[in-house]
């Protein structure tokens, strides 16, 4: 299932602004508590249950903590999906929160990771934002388009090399063939890096500072808010399986515009993978 650009009334598109600047507003609240932890001892540990090279520190819950207060405060009938706390809450709208996609980055000193807050009403996602601290980088997502720090963004000029960011093959995992075969294609056809982000990869590939990003171990709240953003810039998102998953790994595949041909030859290939069917 494909997502373009949300589409509605005035009156919708003026409560989906509201939601996207309260998360924008918990985001970056969030995003200075982690900047005021970046690069000094925090208690990190290896992350039960998922692979063997996941970590969580302690300032992940605490960053979920900051976020579920400020959200719950402005719609105390909301749910709220985080990736630390889980779901609590009812009602019409759902937040998907990642405290800090990146956390790996994060605990290192690796100035790559964010606060990604991803907002959907009665299932049907309407804007988010991701937060990066380190740059000051706000990206935001609602139905007047993307914003970079307040600002629309203008098209990407074209580039003589694409670029790709996956973090495929997953480290401390069993590959399937399919992604060490999706690996070597991508090798052939683009410049490839892996970030350790997807939140990040998405938001740009939104702002065209990368053309095509794609994993196969993400959850709901890892890409809830980058797909607004790749939609909003008028590139396609499409989750493996939809929607995303909460209780067990997915993966997903998105690119700008004029990159349709590789998108799909990626997403074939996603498919193809057993972990994700």
Request: aromatic letters at 6%; proline letters at 6%.
């Amino acid at each position: 299932m494909k997502t373009t650009r949300a589409e509605g009334d005035g009156g919708a598109e003026e409560a989906a602004i509201e939601l996207v600047e309260v998360a924008a507003r918990s985001a970056v609240m969030a995003g200075r508590h982690l900047a005021g932890h970046f690069q000094r001892e925090v208690g990190t540990r290896q992350k039960t249950g998922v692979h063997e090279h996941d970590v969580v520190t302690v300032v992940d819950g605490e960053a979920e903590a900051l976020i579920r207060r400020e959200l719950t405060t402005a719609f105390p009938a909301s749910v709220i999906i985080g990736e630390e706390e889980g779901t609590s809450g009812a009602g019409d709208i759902c937040w998907f929160v990642d405290p800090i996609d990146g956390t790996h980055n994060f605990s290192r000193g690796i100035p790559l990771f964010c606060c990604s807050i991803g907002v959907t009403v009665r299932g049907r996602p309407v804007g988010g934002c991701v937060y990066d601290p380190v740059h000051d980088e706000l990206y935001t997502a609602d139905p007047r388009g993307l914003r970079l720090n307040g600002a629309p963004v203008a098209e990407p000029r074209a580039r003589p090399v694409p670029m790709v960011l996956t973090d495929i093959p997953n480290a401390g995992m069993t590959n399937d063939p399919v992604e060490l075969e999706l690996f070597t294609a991508l090798l052939a056809a683009a410049d490839v890096r892996r970030i350790g982000s997807s939140a990040l990869a998405l938001a740009y590939v939104a702002t065209g500072r990368a053309d095509m990003a794609l994993n196969a171990d993400t959850f709901a709240w890892d890409v809830a808010a980058g797909r607004a953003l790749v939609t909003a810039a008028g590139g396609t998102f499409v989750a493996v399986p939809e929607p995303p998953p909460t209780t067990r790994p997915g993966g997903f595949v998105a690119w700008r515009r004029g990159f349709d041909e590789t998108g799909a030859a990626a997403l074939t290939a996603l498919n193809s993978i057993p972990a994700l069917r």
